[in-house]
Structures are given as C-alpha cells and as structure tokens.
C-alpha cells in the first residue's frame, strides 16, 4: 500500500509562485510510475493538469502550460510542481496522483491554494 502526503499549498497573491510537494511512502509494486497533478476548483470537476511518465516525460493543461513544471527525484518518491505566474483562477484543492504500471492508482490526501489579493 502506497501513500501520498502533498505539502506546499497556502494563500499567494496573484503573480506569485508557489511549489507544491507529494511525497510516496510504503510499499509498492513494480512498474512504470506515471505522477500526475490534478486540481479542483470552487464547483468545478477535478481536471489533470500535469503530467510525468519515466525520466522526463511531461505534458501539461493548456492552462497551466508555460507556468507550471512538474518534476520528480531520481528516487520517485517525491514528485513537485512549481507554480509561476499564478492566477485567482488557480484558486483549488490540488491532488497528487500516482498510477503504477497502469493498475494501481494513488490519491494523496489534497492541498488548498489560494491565489487572492
């Protein structure tokens, strides 16, 4: 069993930047580890908006794209996102996800930001 525990949310103003955390304990299986960031906003669907698959592999929401970097360690216990150039639009609980060669998936426990002046 694997768990998520995110760090890093909090209150910003617009422009600001913000760099959130998810960290991966326990055991787990084998397999290609896919870690994606999804979000959701005040009445809205949670949406995907990053994406990292193998040593570098990234796609982004058009959102988010060009202010917003997912990254990971070598060890892929922990993965990030770095987030410039926020907007109130930003405003949501982010969650961090784990999907383990396609099968077993993990949600980490949700972060608020908040991107107000």
């Known amino acids: 069993q694997v768990q998520l525990v995110e760090s890093g949310g909090g209150l910003v103003q617009p422009g600001g930047s913000l760099r959130l955390s998810c960290t991966a304990s326990?055991?787990?299986?084998?397999?290609?580890?896919?870690w994606s960031w999804y979000r959701q906003g005040p009445g809205k669907q949670r949406e995907l908006i990053a994406s990292i698959i193998g040593a570098s592999t990234t796609t982004y929401a058009p959102s988010v794209k060009g202010r917003f970097t997912i990254s990971k360690d070598n060890a892929e216990n922990t993965v990030y996102l770095q987030m410039n150039s926020l907007k109130p639009e930003d405003t949501a609980v982010y969650y961090c996800?784990?999907?383990?060669?396609?099968?077993?998936?993990?949600w980490g426990q949700g972060t608020q930001v908040t991107v107000s002046s």
């Open positions: 326990g055991s787990a299986s084998s397999g290609i580890r896919r």
């Open positions: 996800n784990l999907a383990i060669g396609g099968v077993w998936i993990y």
